[in-house]
């Protein structure tokens, strides 16, 4: 069975957006475009790549509010980062911008998860036990 998960992204027309969601559906995951409030019996990636918290906050509203009422007990959004470790580095993209755009809107209870694109097999594997342990209930 597939785990169905909501992205919320403004990468989606660009070929490291499409490699990750292939990588996905390759893990066993589902993913769909997060285009609504969150509903708490789902789960919620946020690209945090190549966007300024401006255009997050314009296109998500409900993000602020939904992370000031999360708790570690009940986590529902993962914050992510997309890279591909045959041309980048995952703290020089990091730094970038994702960073600033992190510790802008979330808690430490909520650990940044970085997607290496060029190795979507050993990514899933630890997305997985990243979910497992802190955002499945």
Do not use: C
């Not at 409900?62 to 708790?71: A, G």
């Amino acid at each position: 069975m597939d785990t169905k998960v909501y992205i919320a992204s403004q990468n989606q027309n660009n070929q490291e957006f499409n490699s990750f969601i292939e990588g996905l559906k390759q893990g066993g995951f589902s993913p769909l475009e997060a285009t609504k409030e969150i509903n708490d019996e789902d789960l919620y990636f946020l690209d945090l790549s190549n966007v300024s918290l401006k255009e997050l906050e314009e296109n998500y509203p409900w993000l602020k509010e939904e992370l000031l009422r999360s708790s570690i007990y009940h986590l529902r959004i993962l914050p992510l980062f997309i890279y591909d470790s045959r041309k980048e580095d995952p703290f020089e993209k990091w730094e970038e911008g994702a960073n600033e755009i992190y510790e802008s809107l979330f808690s430490e209870e909520f650990k940044p998860f970085a997607y290496d694109i060029s190795n979507p097999s050993y990514a899933n594997e630890e997305l997985k036990r990243v979910l497992s342990l802190y955002y499945v209930r």
